[in-house]
């Protein structure tokens, strides 16, 4: 129990601290209320506004729009799933579709130069040009790679047509190739085998690496591959998620993982590695799609620009187009990719069954 000494000692320490607050509070009170006036705001506002500045309306980054008239396609070809696009030395596009004319090579301008190959494709994928002027066709039907001629004589077969298989003289579903400057190509071995196939310029076996897995060194769905100046090989390893690096001798380099499910590729002339495919995403089952591979189909679509080192350095998004109802400049399974000597860009989908033009516009 307090007594009345002890009450009247807590009392005073009570009047005390009143007596050195009050002033405080009144005059923090008073330097607000000059601050409102100073203001002229009648203590509606707080604080003056900040000025907002004349931004320069300057877009420092590269922006594409479509060209929606590329490109002139004849009223009697009738495209469909667009897997294969490449531009070759003389800004000449070609085109690789599951329909016939498989292959149709246009101007920059659009306008139709050549097509072929009614009789001699069984299905699209891939499609790549030679440092000689050669096109390589991968044909996930037949299960071979060919080498043809700009005007489609056949040069060379890998693979055995129409016999799937994993061995040296088969492959199963291949998806792409790379071909060095001595003539070796590497197979991206694909669909059915989920290995790397090495052969010399002549067809004959040299190795084979990879398995199905999720490993550093193994595949699910190598879907494409691409080559740099310096010989190094870029891998798309789709389902899981990332671009392996290799030398000539499968050994890996490096590994680019979680930043795009990666579906094709297009090599720079300076070595830019641009990668088309979706944003990272989980597995799901879609009943229109059964038993399809990862990102089929994809919520976004996405083109990416690497460093040789595995640096993002520039990233475009395009818009997905709704099945059966794309509109110019959508994409919808975006599948392919390349790049003309003035940067622009052109882009192969598989469900929007079309190729586009993309006009750099800086």
Not at 102 to 119: D, F, I, K, N, S
Not at 207 to 225: E, M, R, T, V, Y
Not at 288 to 314: E, T
């Amino acid at each position: 129990m307090r007594t009345g000494t002890a009450l009247g000692a807590e009392f005073l320490r009570w009047l005390l601290l009143l007596a050195v607050l009050i002033p405080i509070a009144a005059q923090g009170d008073s330097a607000v209320a000059q601050e409102r006036r100073a203001a002229g705001n009648s203590g509606a506002e707080a604080v003056k506004k900040g000025k907002t500045p004349p931004y320069p309306r300057v877009d420092v980054s590269p922006v594409y729009e479509v060209d929606a008239a590329w490109p002139q396609k004849p009223k009697d070809f009738q495209w469909a799933a667009m897997p294969g696009i490449a531009v070759d030395a003389k800004d000449q596009i070609w085109i690789f579709t599951r329909s016939n004319p498989p292959v149709q090579v246009y101007t920059t301008e659009g306008r139709l130069v050549r097509a072929w190959g009614a009789e001699t494709v069984g299905s699209a994928h891939h499609i790549k040009i030679d440092r000689e002027g050669n096109v390589w066709l991968a044909d996930i039907g037949l299960h071979v790679v060919r080498k043809f001629s700009p005007y489609g004589d056949l040069l060379l077969t890998l693979g055995t047509a129409g016999e799937p298989g994993e061995d040296k003289t088969h492959l199963d579903k291949p998806t792409d190739m790379a071909i060095a400057e001595n003539g070796d190509v590497f197979v991206s071995d694909g669909y059915g085998n989920n290995r790397v196939v090495h052969f010399d310029a002549s067809g004959r076996f040299v190795k084979a690496w990879g398995q199905l897995g999720n490993g550093p060194g193994d595949f699910s769905l190598p879907h494409a591959i691409a080559m740099d100046s310096q010989g190094r090989l870029y891998v798309a390893d789709r389902n899981n998620t990332r671009v392996q690096v290799y030398n000539q001798s499968g050994e890996l380099l490096d590994s680019w993982g979680d930043v795009i499910i990666p579906w094709g590729f297009w090599v720079t002339a300076k070595d830019e590695i641009w990668v088309c495919g979706a944003s990272p995403m989980p597995w799901r089952e879609d009943p229109a799609y059964p038993g399809a591979p990862l990102s089929c189909p994809p919520k976004d679509q996405l083109l990416v620009r690497f460093d040789v080192h595995g640096r993002a350095r520039q990233l475009w998004t395009i818009a997905k187009g709704v099945d059966g109802a794309e509109r110019p400049g959508d994409v919808n399974w975006l599948h392919a990719l390349a790049l003309d000597s003035e940067g622009n860009i052109y882009v192969g989908d598989i469900i929007g069954k079309r190729a586009q033009k993309l006009v750099r516009r800086k």
